[in-house]
């Protein structure tokens, strides 16, 4: 069965698609950029400010799934600057310091609204 998660302590989506989807105990999400849901609108002050508000994007979908940062089993981000790899992963570890997860991580040539990182993730309860 598959089940739409979705939450206010997120950005809503800004297309046809949901914030996540949960099926078989797996949670899918969305890429998340930096929006601030509060605002709708991309946070500014660079990468190490936009890869937090991701993040805390993300821990609001796994909230709202009943789950944390430690059900993650795969990550994906996306980035638009590899040379910030450094920066990214100060602000990564925070978040998966306890049972860090398989990731990948591609440079792209944009993503939506400007953002300068993308980030989708696998969770499973």
Not at 68 to 75: L, P, Q
């Amino acid at each position: 069965m598959k089940t739409i998660i979705n939450t206010e302590t997120a950005p809503k989506a800004i297309g046809p698609y949901s914030q996540a989807i949960m099926i078989n105990g797996f949670l899918y999400t969305s890429g998340q950029i930096a929006i601030d849901p509060a605002t709708g609108e991309l946070v500014e002050g660079g990468i190490e400010a936009q890869t937090e508000r991701v993040l805390e994007n993300i821990k609001a979908i796994l909230k709202a799934a009943g789950m944390d940062f430690n059900n993650v089993i795969k990550t994906t981000v996306f980035v638009t600057n590899i040379r910030d790899f450094a920066k990214i992963n100060e602000i990564y570890g925070r978040y998966f310091k306890d049972k860090p997860p398989a990731r990948s991580l591609v440079e792209v040539k944009s993503l939506p609204k400007g953002a300068l990182i993308e980030i989708e993730v696998v969770a499973h309860k």
